[in-house]
């Protein structure tokens, strides 16, 4: 997603804690050998590197069934579990418990909205949101403005992971860049990011990994620079299923590493809804009610 203030505040929440490798100057470069070749400005837009790499992604979102999507709300219940984390990176979790069962309400393709209530743990029953990004919590039946930023990644996150497929298709810049084989799945490689092929602080850059069997998008890399210019991250979907005719990934897994080792939390879906019977839009924008 397109690297502003705002826009990338929703990374946070995830790659605080990943450990991040020391460049003497200017932000990572995540860019793959295979690119360089290309230069360091932005491109044509007509090589066929830069085709297929667009097709990949529309196909990619095409296979997830987001294009056919026209829901309004989104409801999902999960478990974001930080209990398998070194005990240093615990801290970075937002949430009051280690294994937080949430039920979380967001507008559909409109980032900024959510609606949160925590299920278990020290704070059960609360309701934490975000309404146009300003950030609220409801405690015993009073709402009241928070003045805490990391709430806006915790929960713009969340919206952003699950929709993930739709929000490909934007990038302005995609360039295939190979096959790979990673646990016996072949996957189409696509790097994605803005302005200009090299690395600059203004944008993040991406490795999308699209199985070429199927077309999903299994797993990201990318830089999260409103964070650390040098911090570099995975998230490694799975357990794919089919939800009113689009396919969601039913646990996200995020760490260093697209591999078991390298995992930090992960989060777990009891239930994805689209548009939820008795659930509109105005129920979630809190702030906006009269």
């Known amino acids: 997603?397109?690297?502003?203030?705002?826009?990338?505040?929703?990374?946070?929440?995830?790659?605080?804690?990943?450990?991040?490798?020391?460049?003497?100057?200017?932000?990572?470069?995540?860019?793959?050998?295979?690119?360089?070749?290309?230069?360091?400005?932005?491109?044509?837009?007509?090589?066929?590197?830069?085709?297929?790499?667009?097709?990949?992604?529309?196909?990619?979102?095409?296979?997830?069934?987001?294009?056919?999507?026209?829901?309004s709300v989104i409801s999902a219940k999960y478990v974001d579990d930080w209990s398998m984390a070194p005990e240093p990176l615990q801290v970075f979790n937002n949430w009051p418990h280690l294994?937080?069962?949430?039920?979380?309400?967001?507008?559909?393709?409109?980032?900024?909205?959510?609606?949160?209530?925590?299920?278990?743990?020290?704070?059960?029953?609360?309701?934490?949101?975000?309404?146009?990004?300003?950030?609220?919590?409801?405690?015993?039946?009073?709402?009241?403005?928070?003045?805490?930023?990391?709430?806006?990644?915790?929960?713009?996150?969340?919206?952003?992971?699950?929709?993930?497929?739709?929000?490909?298709?934007?990038?302005?810049?995609a360039v295939y860049v190979k096959d790979t084989v990673l646990h016996d799945k072949t996957y189409h490689l696509v790097f994605g990011t803005w302005k200009s092929l090299e690395a600059n602080a203004e944008y993040d850059q991406y490795i999308f990994w699209i199985n070429k069997k199927t077309k999903l998008l299994e797993i990201v890399q990318y830089t999260v620079r409103v964070v650390d210019s040098n911090a570099v991250g995975f998230v490694v979907f799975d357990d794919f299923r089919d939800i009113d005719g689009t396919v969601i990934p039913f646990v996200h897994r995020l760490g260093y590493l697209p591999t078991p080792d390298g995992l930090i939390h992960e989060m777990r879906f009891e239930s994805v809804v689209m548009d939820p019977k008795g659930l509109l839009a105005q129920d979630i924008m809190e702030l906006h009610k009269k």
């Open 1 to 71: 997603m397109r690297h502003s203030t705002w826009n990338v505040l929703i990374f946070c929440f995830f790659f605080q804690y990943l450990v991040t490798a020391q460049i003497p100057s200017g932000p990572v470069d995540i860019r793959p050998e295979e690119l360089m070749s290309m230069g360091d400005g932005s491109p044509t837009g007509i090589s066929n590197r830069e085709q297929k790499g667009r097709l990949l992604l529309h196909a990619s979102s095409d296979a997830h069934g987001w294009q056919k999507r026209k829901s």
């Open 99 to 173: 294994k937080q069962e949430l039920q979380h309400d967001f507008l559909s393709f409109r980032l900024g909205y959510s609606k949160t209530r925590l299920l278990n743990g020290p704070a059960k029953g609360e309701v934490w949101g975000i309404d146009n990004n300003v950030p609220y919590k409801i405690i015993h039946g009073k709402v009241d403005k928070i003045d805490d930023p990391n709430m806006i990644p915790a929960l713009v996150g969340k919206e952003y992971f699950i929709q993930l497929p739709y929000w490909i298709q934007k990038i302005p810049i």
